[in-house]
């Protein structure tokens, strides 16, 4: 084998190998129907490690960035799949208003760690594996929903204040949602809010 010919052979065996290192990083990115959402996740796992070490001024301008982000996308995800985009957006406005709280802590981690979860896998359960959609992907019905929160509603008696006044403001926001016809949004809310009675 002329020399030429030899180093063109070991071009071709070595260079696939070096390439094939960079596979696995790529593959360790979640992709959903919606697209890469990795910079998304970031943005909010960030944004919980902030209110876990009590920076919350940080945590509040980190979650700016991600609604800032999330809004300058918002058209083009929810051409996509309008459903999936929903979920997400329901458990991002939660997590907005949980970081911008005067005292966030009490709430922000459970609504953090529910967008998280919408952004890992959009659409199929809250972070506390609440079931919301039915086999087919399809919305439960909102009277469903609402009976599965009434049957742990008690529970919420145990809570802080903090958190009991967000459990009712998410009730409030479910059975408006559900009073519309909204069966997404409505279990959205129902679920986030016995989420946090934490059954």
Not at 45 to 50: G, I, M, S
Not at 157 to 180: H, Q
Request: charged share 25%; proline share 4%.
């Amino acid at each position: 084998m002329r020399l030429s010919h030899l180093a063109l052979a070991v071009c071709l065996f070595v260079l696939p190998i070096a390439g094939a290192a960079t596979f696995p990083a790529l593959a360790a990115v979640k992709v959903s129907e919606l697209g890469d959402l990795s910079a998304m996740h970031t943005i909010v796992a960030d944004t919980q490690a902030l209110v876990a070490s009590n920076d919350l001024a940080g945590a509040k301008a980190r979650i700016t960035e991600f609604e800032t982000a999330w809004d300058n996308v918002a058209n083009d995800l929810r051409a996509k799949n309008a459903q999936k985009w929903d979920a997400i957006d329901a458990a991002s406005d939660v997590a907005l208003e949980a970081v911008r709280a005067d005292s966030p802590a009490a709430t922000s981690d459970a609504a953090l760690t529910a967008l998280l979860a919408q952004l890992d896998n959009p659409g199929a359960t809250n972070a506390a594996g609440v079931v919301t959609t039915d086999t087919s992907g399809k919305p439960l019905p909102c009277e469903d929903m609402l009976a599965q929160y009434r049957a742990v509603q008690p529970k919420a008696a145990s809570l802080d204040d903090a958190t009991k006044a967000k459990v009712a403001d998410l009730e409030a926001k479910g059975l408006e949602r559900c009073n519309a016809d909204d069966d997404k949004r409505a279990d959205d809310f129902f679920g986030q809010a016995i989420q946090l009675i934490g059954a």
